[in-house]
């Protein structure tokens, strides 16, 4: 892999013309080229050589013209003239110091996997594959509101969380859900709108955190297939049961106006709704209502309902709602 010197002038002007004419920003042009969208910045800001390959990429895909390049580099450039200097450096020195063993390497292996978490930043500017790090949260009300959000609307590939919302009605939504991963794991989300549908994908990518959420009983596959059930650090807390209710019904819920006649009177009410095709998930929704007494019923096989204002008013006073979708159907 080669990277490109430029003047800086014109490596700046390079970037903002591909972001110009293409209209995307940092996020979805460095995964044009596959790397992430603060490596991408950071070259467009000039801080680091681009690779080749990728400028010919952007160049070709937006029709602008590349830059002079002043000179080519081979990847590890600066390690191999740097450590050559600092071998013969430690040489005249100390003289020579025969093979490295075993426990010379494994040193050293763990020396650089130390620098590489303390800057992986730096390293993926490198062109290294740097995992992502993951905070690990403590048991919590919000974790359990999170366990029910990915079991509402999320799902878990083995590197990958995906959470998919309604990118109208679920757009201040979007920013709760992102503001929640970011307090519980340290992590900034992407978001990335689908084409032609009313849809968001609120994704964070990494082995570490789908590693870490099994430590919590989420994990990988589809839900409905096997039917997953909520898990039981949550099912056994009320506090967890409430707060897990909540990320359900604020994804897979919904709250609606049911009007009628009889003899001539109108009348009204409000319901609301969950819609889900785990079993598992329904009756354990349908268990906690009935344990705030709200008096819940199925219907339709893949639904729990609550009828009458009395009923809807008690379910959000008890368990509430971080979703505007719902509120604003209260009048809240």
């Given at each position: 892999m080669t990277r490109l010197v430029f003047q800086l002038v014109d490596q700046i002007s390079f970037f903002k013309e591909i972001k110009e004419v293409s209209g995307l920003d940092r996020d979805a042009l460095g995964k044009m080229v596959g790397i992430g969208g603060r490596q991408y910045g950071d070259w467009a800001r000039g801080k680091f050589l681009p690779q080749e390959e990728a400028v010919s990429a952007l160049s070709k895909k937006f029709n602008v013209v590349v830059p002079h390049i002043v000179e080519k580099r081979e990847e590890w450039w600066s390690g191999r003239i740097n450590g050559r200097r600092?071998?013969?450096?430690?040489?005249?020195?100390?003289?020579?110091?025969?093979?490295?063993?075993?426990?010379d390497r494994s040193r050293g292996g763990v020396e650089c996997q130390r620098r590489i978490k303390a800057n992986p930043d730096y390293y993926r500017s490198l062109g290294l594959r740097v995992r992502n790090v993951f905070k690990s949260p403590e048991k919590s009300s919000a974790l359990a509101e999170f366990v029910g959000i990915v079991l509402g609307d999320g799902g878990l590939t083995r590197n990958q969380l995906r959470i998919t919302l309604n990118s109208v009605a679920d757009r201040r939504y979007v920013e709760y859900v992102k503001n929640l991963i970011r307090d519980l794991f340290g992590y900034e989300p992407s978001v990335w709108k689908r084409k032609n549908v009313k849809a968001v994908d609120v994704v964070v990518s990494g082995v570490g955190l789908v590693e870490l959420l099994s430590d919590f009983d989420l994990s990988v596959?589809?839900?409905v297939r096997r039917q997953v059930g909520v898990p039981a650090w949550v099912r056994n807390s009320y506090e967890y049961s409430k707060c897990c209710?909540?990320?359900?019904m604020d994804t897979d819920g919904g709250v609606f106006d049911h009007s009628y006649g009889v003899k001539g009177k109108s009348y009204h009410y409000r319901k609301v709704c969950l819609t889900n095709r785990s079993v598992p998930l329904l009756e354990f929704v349908y268990s906690f209502l009935h344990r705030i007494g709200v008096s819940p019923r199925f219907a339709g096989g893949n639904k729990v309902w609550?009828?009458?204002?009395?009923?809807?008013?008690?379910?959000?006073?008890?368990?509430?709602?971080?979703?505007?979708?719902?509120?604003?159907?209260?009048?809240?």
């Open positions: 600092a071998a013969l450096v430690k040489y005249r020195k100390y003289g020579y110091f025969g093979r490295l063993t075993r426990e596959g589809d839900k209710v909540r990320g359900l609550i009828y009458g204002s009395d009923g809807v008013n008690k379910y959000f006073k008890v368990v509430g709602s971080s979703n505007y979708r719902l509120l604003k159907k209260l009048g809240v």
